[in-house]
């Protein structure tokens, strides 16, 4: 398993992660996603550290909870072995303060987290999304006395617009706070949004890149196919509403590309859509989901090689869309707005 470093950090996480939204599977929501129990989590925790896959990423509003003690209960005794990144800032409560990240509710939402997971430290967390309400100093301010206390390793975010996340890292140097080192953020080749803003702050201000859905939420599992109907087991029946839209015409464009890319090298249509995201600047790791063991194995099968140049280029040809102002106007005048792949 390759390691790479987080943002500009002295910290290596493995190129890929394993996510724990499929956990516990409480609540119509994450039912969707998966239901997995102690037995089988420990099972797949097994299986990832038998491939070198040491970095499990879980969040507090996961199955309200649950899928960080499935997480907790499945490492137990190899804590050691094993890098924990989970994070907080969605609702956990009906009061008022049960949500955001305010010094009361990030405070409190770590020390509930900890007991869940059975730790005493996080190695990430990271904010699950931009709160508005409350100034950056005060959400500094705040992770940094959890790091000196040594509740926390590294701090990132997860979510933000680039002007939110690039006002978070100036008042951290002003004020000598910890940097935001990693940005969980939606990519992949149905979601290439990512490409516009972040990308480009990440470069410049050393952000590592930590992938969700990377299979598109879903859609690039090989099993949706144009005039077919969805499998029977897809998250997409009940969350497709939910998560990020993808246009018909585009989804198939970039499964044809896929499929001419799967029959070229062998490998599967989730292993070729993981390793293309793995070529990508500033990705540091890529959260895989799996509902089972045979799931787990193949999304494995995602590292220990590459695309060529050639299979990139069918990927992001087929995957290209115009992007939104004013960055297609910029991108008008490359000499002076060079792209950053």
């Known amino acids: 398993m390759e390691y790479r470093l987080l943002g500009r950090s002295g910290f290596k996480v493995p190129a890929l992660t394993m ?17 997995t129990d102690v037995k089988e989590a420990t099972r797949l925790v097994d299986i990832c550290l038998e491939a070198g896959v040491t970095m499990f990423d879980s969040a507090d509003g996961y199955s309200a909870g649950a899928a960080e003690e499935v997480l907790g209960a499945a490492i137990k005794g190899r804590r050691d072995k094993v890098l924990i990144s989970t994070k907080a800032t969605f609702p956990t409560g009906e009061g008022p303060n049960d949500e ?21 430290h ?3 967390f990271q904010l699950h999304g931009f709160d508005a309400m409350t100034p950056p100093e005060e959400i500094l301010a705040t992770l940094d006395h959890l790091v000196r206390a040594g509740k926390i390793g590294y701090v990132g975010v997860s979510n933000f617009s680039g002007w939110h996340l690039m006002q978070a890292l100036a008042v951290a140097d002003r004020y000598g706070y910890p940097r935001y080192v990693a940005h969980q953020a939606y990519y992949s080749l149905v979601g290439r949004d990512y490409e516009w803003e972040l990308m480009p702050l990440a470069l410049k201000e050393g952000v590592g890149t930590v992938v969700w859905s990377p299979l598109g939420w879903g ?12 499998p029977a087991v897809s998250r997409l029946h009940k969350t497709a509403d939910i998560g990020p839209p993808v246009p018909d015409q585009r989804l198939y464009r970039v499964v044809d590309a896929l499929d001419e890319v799967a029959k070229e090298t062998g490998k599967t249509v989730p292993q070729i859509a993981l390793n293309w995201l793995l070529q990508r600047p500033t990705v540091s790791t890529v959260i895989m989901g799996a509902r089972n063991e045979q799931q787990l194995r193949d999304n494995l099968g995602a590292v220990g090689w590459s695309l060529t140049k050639e299979q990139i280029a069918i990927l992001d040809t087929a995957s290209a869309v115009t992007p939104a102002y004013p960055y297609w106007h910029q991108r008008s005048f490359p000499s002076r707005n060079p792209p950053p792949v």
């Open 19 to 35: 996510g724990t939204a499929t956990f516990a599977g409480h609540g119509e929501f994450f039912q969707a996603w998966g239901e």
């Open 100 to 120: 955001g990240s305010s010094r009361f509710h990030i405070t409190r939402a770590v020390e509930a987290s900890l007991k869940r997971l059975g730790t005493d």
């Open 122 to 124: 996080i190695d990430l």
């Open 219 to 230: 859609r690039l599992t090989g099993k949706v196919r144009r005039g077919a109907p969805l």
